[in-house]
């Protein structure tokens, strides 16, 4: 049965199960290609997957308002709503075989993917160091925010930077836009097999 979650004020995440006959094989960052029923017309879309891999009785997508597919999930769907996917497909994915060290850049709903890898590298390969930089608009608009502060607690090498471009008063973190200045300041010296990766929504 489909299950809802709302994660901000214009973004749910939507969880689906996955029949026992299926074997997704899913890398963790990778997206499917949902065929989506609205309006009477099948409309295909590409969401990465915010889930782990390692879930392999659901998969989760996290959708934030913003085009015709996208504000019908966010208003509309209910519990019972079925969609036929295909994929995985995608070449933006975290191998623990060959990242041990990582900087995941996101911002605002492009954090998706990196969520799924950062999901996965909890249960997989929890000793990756990792520094996260991801940036919103306003603290009210930090999607998987709950996640966040139990990865700070649960991966020993990872640390993020949130940033906020219109932030209120009360905010305690960096303000205005990701710059060279702030990413050197917190990288430091990069070593030679660090991986970057840049997450962006799809729509």
Not at 134 to 156: C, M, N, S, W
């Amino acid at each position: 049965m489909l299950s809802i979650k709302k994660e901000t004020r214009n973004a749910v995440t939507l969880r689906f199960p996955v029949p026992g006959n299926v074997k997704l094989k899913a890398k963790p960052g990778q997206f499917l290609t949902f065929d989506w029923l609205v309006d009477c017309k099948k409309r295909p879309r590409s969401y990465s997957l915010s889930s782990s891999p390692l879930r392999i009785a659901y998969i989760e997508i996290t959708v934030k308002e913003q085009g015709i597919v996208s504000s019908f999930l966010n208003r509309e769907a209910q519990k019972g709503l079925t969609v036929e996917a295909h994929g995985p497909f995608g070449q933006f994915y975290f191998d623990e075989t060959r990242h041990r060290s990582i900087v995941l850049f996101a911002g605002g709903s492009g954090i998706t993917p990196i969520m799924s890898m950062l999901r996965y590298i909890e249960g997989a390969a929890p000793n990756t160091e990792i520094v996260l930089f991801y940036a919103v608009h306003t603290e009210q608009h930090v999607i998987f925010e709950g996640d966040l502060e139990r990865f700070q607690k649960r991966l020993p090498r990872f640390r993020c930077l949130t940033i906020a471009s219109k932030p209120a008063s009360q905010w305690q973190g960096p303000r205005g836009h990701l710059n060279r200045a702030m990413i050197e300041h917190h990288l430091g010296e990069v070593p030679i097999k660090r991986s970057f990766f840049v997450g962006r929504p799809l729509t």
